[in-house]
């Protein structure tokens, strides 16, 4: 005899709710000195339903042109009844890019150049900040971009997890359990306030379960999924990195993978590096990031990454209406062109300088060409932003087909590789 048959279920002494998991840390076990615990919460089971036949559907001939099309909300990242994942680590600002997002969202305008397919509605639910936070970095944007009440309307929905906790699925000795009624209370709710784009901020806090638990993520993944199907909308989750990761991709989703395969997208955000912010020219790296939709693990170059700079907006709310909190706004941000000013004249200088000698192509060389050129067009090739912007104009050009590399001998009979203008015999 068991324990639970020395002491049956009596749902009038063990009202039902969660039992804690007996492979969690910390876990309590629910009897002590033979008898069951006060604090302890007993579980009642349903039995397992009779299994309903399953049955094969025939496909039905359809006239592609009246297939639906994918509803794409915002850009190629949100996506009615499909998830997408952003993945970061933290402090990068991914908080302050998802509040930016949704009010471009509410007010349909392009503030992060991106052009909502309409006025839509957002509700955004960060379980881990209070609820003033929230606000604060709502309306920093707001007054960054100029926007007013009118432009929000009634299309956006801001709730907070210490007030209003959202955990859809549950661990217990018997494994991971899909919390039923906070599932449908939520899609209810989406329905009847008619939410395009659910924000989830971060998954972590969602759910009770084990992150490395695979089986256990593709169940809680999955279920997101129905509740983006059944809502009608776009559910976005933003979810943190393992530990020092360099280059985040989607396999540095922390926990186990089967949360971003069960995403229709995965964006993996990015802080620009110290070496990038000498490549771009820029002083303060910490101010800049990158996103890119990583799903296929394709990551484009970093200078046709997404790229995005944290603007310092103060809310003016210090004493005597002083300047007060200073919050950081997410703006577009282009990675510098390396022609920029630069003229068909300037290269007509540049040229002139690689035929009067012999440039090499590797810019560790004596004989770097990157050093003919700085000195036509009177770069600074001394400091490591002027030697950067120099090794991106050579790169254009040759792409371009302006300069060609070719192989030729060196002073010590070596052959190496050389730079000539594309005309040069």
Known sequence: MNKHDEFPLDESIYPLGPRPSPTLPNCQPEFENDEPRADYTLVAYEP?????????????????????RREWLYGHLLIRKFVTATVSPGGVGKSSLIAAEALAAVS???LLDVVPVRRLTVWLWNLEDPQEETERKIQAVALHYGLTPSDISDRLFVD???????????????????????????????INRGVDILNIDPFVSCHEASENDNTAMDMI?????????????????VHHTR????????????????????CRVVRAVNRMSKEE??????????????????????????????????????????????PGDSIGVVTAWKWPDPLSGVTGADFDKAAAAIRAGKWRENSQAKDWVGKAIAEALDLPIETKAGKAKVAAMIKVWLAAGSLVKVEDIDEKRMTKMFVQVADQP
């Open 48 to 68: 397992a339903a009779e299994a309903q036949p399953i049955h094969a559907t025939p496909y039905k001939w359809k006239d592609p042109a009246k297939i639906a």
């Open 108 to 110: 349909g305008k392009p």
């Open 160 to 190: 907070s997890g210490r007030d209003q906790p959202l955990v859809m699925a549950t661990a217990t000795r018997n494994g991971t359990t899909i919390a039923r009624p906070v599932v449908d209370s939520l899609v209810a709710e989406i």
């Open 221 to 237: 993944a999955k279920e997101w999924g129905r509740v983006a199907d059944r809502g009608n909308c776009a559910v976005h989750l």
């Open 243 to 262: 530990k020092g990761e360099q280059e985040v991709n989607t396999e540095s989703a922390r926990g186990g993978k089967a949360l971003t395969d069960a």
């Open 277 to 322: 912010a000498v490549r771009a020219g820029v002083e303060n790296h910490r101010l800049y990031f990158r996103t890119v939709n990583d799903k296929a693990n394709l990551a484009p170059p970093v200078d046709q990454s997404d790229w995005f700079r944290l603007e310092s907006v103060h809310l003016g709310n210090g004493p005597l209406n002083g």
